[in-house]
């Protein structure tokens, strides 16, 4: 069959992304914090895009208010107080006296004129507020606080450079992470003068940073309480023994009786193993709910989005209209229509993003009322596909919804992807169990076990079979028992007969 060159006309239908649809997508999946940081971007880019305050414009409302009760803001109020007041010198001024006279606790360097005030504070003549961040404190860093220890500890400017190297080398843990032959190498100076700084460096507080392992990091915090006597020096070197809970055969290894066993090992629960974590840079931000979940009087389940975190914008076409008829550039008429598009576009999907993740929170309160009312027993097993199908929205969707969203409930702050899990097979015929579940009861069982009874994953097995007809495996058991971070049986075997042998 001989190939030849052809025409032919084809009608077919494809979806095809623009990149505005793309955007939307990817909106869906920002958490609050990165959905604020993208609009504030497009407010300074786009001057047809205004931040929906929810509030009277300034003028609107200082006409509707008598003259004197007109509210001024902070930074007004602080600026015109400040100006109003008098100093000290002028007052004593005004009764033809001395400033002791007036103010005996007033000393002369605290007798400042109000400008010089506001000038050291950061503030202007001008009305400008005072810029509080240049009172907050910053929080020292680890490096930092040994950076001042070192200069106290080390004379030589050669010793300062190694010392300063090694601060530069610690992890976050506080542990030194080169070895001291690369140091060397680096720095051109004998592996000995770097062990000389590293030891005056160990001495710094918190005493048990530049260790190079558990077992220094421990040595040292003991050294500093003159607690380091041979038999803690065997116990250190054992440390696989403890981690194993293993005490018969760490009392062998130490030499030592049951009893100063357990009083060795109370004193290293004592110590610190990453002394570093206490100059952890970073405030601890708080998780704020994108939704919140809250039971009607009538008993029905009210779903509500957290308008705190939510960006609104407004288009301000009246300024558009404005700005077009004064313009004849063809590029300044063009860059006008680009950038009402992109407001319009913004609007809509913002208003569009917020609607789809109402309508997915309802549909998983929906199908997880039992747990809202009494607790994760009764949390469900989920899936994605079940949500999508139940809304008529694709898979993708939902999973794009859910991703860095955390929705407030009677029950507690959860993030929405909590509530999807997996099935485990129920051999009464009644509804599958949730793998959360089934892990939340793995954790009672452990927990209320006797020192003399431990029980293995194969107990746990038929326990959860008698008493609620989950069919699960030994190792569907140990996996999820390893997901929680428990021990095996061996293991807490030894643990609760060490914390029985203490409480003797």
Known sequence: MALTPRLEVRQSQSLTLTPQLMQSIRLLQLSHLELNAFVEAELLRNPLLEREDGAEAPEEAANELPERLVELNAAEDTVDFGERIQSADSIANGYDTEVENVFPDQSAPDRQTDSSLWAERGGSGEGEAVDIDQFVAARPTLGDHLAV??????????????????????????????????????????????????????????????????????????????????????????????AQHDMGALARAVGCDREDLVDMLAELRELDPKPGRAFEAGPVESVV????????????????????????????????ASVTRKTRDVAEKSFLTDCLATANWLAKSLDQRAQTVLKVTAEIVKQQDGFLVHGITHLRPMTLKAVADAIEMHESTVSRVTSNKYVSTPRGLFEMKYFFTTALGSSTGEADHSAEAVRHRIRQIIEAELPADILSDDTIAEMLHKERGIEVARRTVAKYREGMHIPSSVIRRRQKRALVAAGR
Not at 203 to 218: K, S, T, Y
């Open 149 to 242: 220890q070192a200069g106290l500890i080390t004379g030589d400017p050669a010793e300062r450079l190694i010392a300063q190297f090694l601060i530069d080398s610690l992890n976050e843990a506080g542990y030194l992470a080169v070895e001291l032959q690369t140091v060397a190498e680096q720095l051109g100076a004998p592996v000995a003068a770097i062990e000389a700084v590293l030891e005056k460096l160990q001495g710094c507080d918190p005493i048990g940073v530049f260790a190079r392992n558990v077992r220094e990091c421990l040595a040292l915090q003991l050294r500093e309480k003159d607690r380091l006597d041979p038999m803690m020096v065997r116990l250190l070197d054992h440390l696989e023994l403890i």
């Open 289 to 320: 709910p994108d939704v919140f979940v809250r039971r009607g009087s009538g008993g029905e389940w009210q779903i509500e989005l957290n308008a705190e975190v939510l960006p609104r914008v407004l288009v301000n076409r009246t300024y558009y």
